[in-house]
Nanobody, 124 residues
């Protein structure tokens, strides 16, 4: 069964850090772009970051203040992807999803494979 499994979410105080991990099973994800999305209560799911498969080119959302605070990386040999989140803010509170193999563009949430999500809660 092809699936993605996230881990590393939790409760952290504002200004703290968390590292989310995404592990792929059932296929080799090393030849597809992978990304992170998040969904806060009452809001649509939104793009956070993505990383290409070939050269590791990274993409970060412009509409939310993540570039410079979040770092996306991947290890193709281990079939994993990480999101290191620093200087977390209460507005970063959301369920974070990893995804693989976008249909159109890295920024749209039409990836072919999704994880189940992991909760990140940032307290004041």
């Amino acid at each position: 069964q092809v699936r993605l499994v996230e881990s590393g979410g939790g409760l952290v105080q504002a200004g703290g850090s968390l590292r989310l991990s995404c592990a792929g099973f059932g296929r080799n994800f090393s030849s597809v772009t992978m990304g992170w999305f998040r969904q806060a209560p009452g809001r649509n799911r939104e793009f956070v970051a993505a990383i290409s498969w070939q050269y590791g080119r990274t993409y970060y959302a412009d509409s939310i203040d993540v570039e410079g605070r979040f770092i996306i990386s991947r290890d193709n040999a281990k079939n994993t992807m990480d999101l290191k989140m620093n200087d977390l803010k209460p507005e970063d509170t959301a369920v974070y999803y990893c995804a693989a193999d976008p249909v159109h563009t890295v920024y749209w949430d039409d990836y072919r494979t999704w994880g189940q999500g992991t909760q990140v809660t940032v307290s004041t």
